[in-house]
Nanobody, 114 residues
Framework: QVQLVESGGGLVQPGGSLTLSCAAS????????MNWYRQAPGKERELVAG????????YYLESARNRFIISRENAKSTVYLQLNSLTPEDTAVYFC???????WGKGAQVTVSS
């Protein structure tokens, strides 16, 4: 059974940090580029960051560059997204996605508020 389970979301003050994790199972994680998307209320889902299957290259949404860091541990079938210098505009549900197979997690809520 394919599973992508996000964790690490929560409420954080502006300027704070969070690290999201996505644990994968049921498919060949090591052979899939992985993405993090987010969807804010009333907005379309957008690609925030992506990383190749062996972590050699990464991509970032312009507004996330220099603030967010995507990484992966293939031995643990886990992809991470470190969120730094958070602003209220980063409030959204963050989803993990397998680029190769098209699988989605159920999402983790990140709320940035004072």
């Amino acid at each position: 059974q394919v599973q992508l389970v996000e964790s690490g979301g929560g409420l954080v003050q502006p300027g704070g940090s969070l690290t999201l994790s996505c644990a994968a199972s049921g498919f060949s994680f090591n052979h899939s580029a992985m993405n993090w998307y987010r969807q804010a209320p009333g907005k379309e889902r957008e690609l925030v960051a992506g990383i190749t299957s062996i972590g050699f290259r990464s991509y970032y949404l312009e507004s996330a560059r220099n603030r967010f860091i995507i990484s992966r541990e293939n031995a643990k079938s886990t992809v991470y997204l470190q969120l730094n210098s958070l602003t209220p505009e980063d409030t959204a549900v963050y989803f993990c996605h397998s680029a190769r197979f098209g699988y989605w997690g159920k999402g983790a809520q990140v709320t940035v508020s004072s």
